[in-house]
């Protein structure tokens, strides 16, 4: 069997069973699902053949039953874009949108990921990790930055698990619920500053857009739930030459993982125009909030078109 590799044209994806995989088993599912049906209205109205398909343990048999030709991936968190799904399809030989499987599991996994921005001079926040609880509450005095800190389980998304901890007590509560989810711990310096995003589509930088949560930072509920006060800003009001940086380092952190399709990283620009990037989402959400989607209508890619644009970036990595 000769594997395709992808790489269609639109004639040739109008003539192919698109499968929108979408909802999942991680702690992010219900931003999955709101992702996944997004997309598969904007690709219907486009005139092409979509299938739902709810990812569970009987994926290949549902992928098999519904002939599926090509996925489009809308799954998030664990199992979703970590490597696992997309090891899977690489095995079954279907293409698939967005990155594979080396720069899924780099982009998923907090402290990989920043290892791989240290190497490449990418510029981010002073961290320690901890493979437990135990281990991340026994260094609470020693860490080498003071409070506050911020504390993350390496590979969960949407900023489940995240709290920024001012005091010790506060730290000792939050490494007892981070330790709850995926991966180790992660023990990051907190840097203040303006909350940007940098969106990047096929090795392009879109732009900047700015965040300002009316929440201490812009977590789940500021992302996904309706009448928190957030406003977004885009093009991000920063002086050019703050806008051009975050630009440049997004695309570099896109490039330096390896990601295909698009990107959003996550980004804070400090009172004195220095520039942190914290970590890079390589399957961004596509849902009514999500800011890939926002900073791509700034640039007149309105939300179809763009999953269309992601749709014919499908192929086979590895």
């Given amino acids: 069997m000769t594997p395709n590799r992808g790489a269609f044209t639109k004639d040739e994806l109008k003539q ?4 929108v995989l979408l909802g999942g088993m991680s702690a992010e599912r219900d931003v999955s ?5 997004a997309v598969s209205g904007a690709l219907r109205g486009l005139g092409y053949d979509v299938v739902e398909i709810d990812v569970g343990r009987d994926l290949p048999a549902r992928l098999a039953a519904e002939k599926v030709d090509v996925a489009w991936l809308a799954v998030h968190g ?6 696992c799904l997309q090891g899977l399809l690489e095995s079954l030989f279907i293409p698939y949108t967005g990155s594979g499987v080396l720069a899924s599991a780099l982009g998923m996994d907090k402290v990989y990921a920043k290892q791989v921005y240290v190497a490449h001079g990418i510029p981010t926040p002073a961290y320690r990790s901890f493979k437990d609880a135990a281990s991340a509450l026994a260094a609470a005095d020693s860490l080498p930055f003071p409070f506050p800190v911020v504390v993350k389980p390496s590979r969960e998304g949407s900023s489940v698990g995240v709290h920024i901890c001012k ?16 991966g ?7 840097v203040k500053g303006r909350e940007v995003q940098g969106g990047v589509l096929d090795d392009e930088a879109l732009g900047v857009i700015e965040v300002r949560a ?36 997004c695309l570099a952190a896109h490039q330096a993982l390896g990601c295909s399709g698009g990107s959003r990283s996550d980004v804070i620009v400090t009172d004195g125009g220095d520039v942190f990037l ?24 309105d939300f179809p078109a763009l999953c ?7 192929c086979l990595k590895a």
Avoid: C, H, W
């Fill in 16 to 19: 192919k069973r698109v499968g």
């Fill in 167 to 182: 005091t010790r007590d506060a730290y000792e509560a939050a490494v007892t619920d981070a330790a709850k989810y995926a």
């Fill in 33 to 37: 699902l709101r992702t996944g049906e």
């Fill in 78 to 83: 664990r199992y979703g874009e970590d490597g």
């Fill in 278 to 301: 914290l970590e890079t989402n390589t399957l961004p959400g596509m849902t009514a909030s999500s800011l890939l989607p926002k900073i791509a209508a700034g640039r007149g890619i």
């Fill in 308 to 314: 269309e644009r992601l749709l014919l970036g499908a």
């Fill in 184 to 190: 180790t711990l992660l023990v990051e310096q907190f």
């Fill in 214 to 249: 009316a929440r201490e930072f812009y977590d789940y509920d500021a992302k996904y739930k309706a009448g928190t006060g957030t406003q977004y800003l885009f093009p991000a009001p920063l002086p050019p030459d703050q806008y051009a940086r975050v630009n440049e380092v």
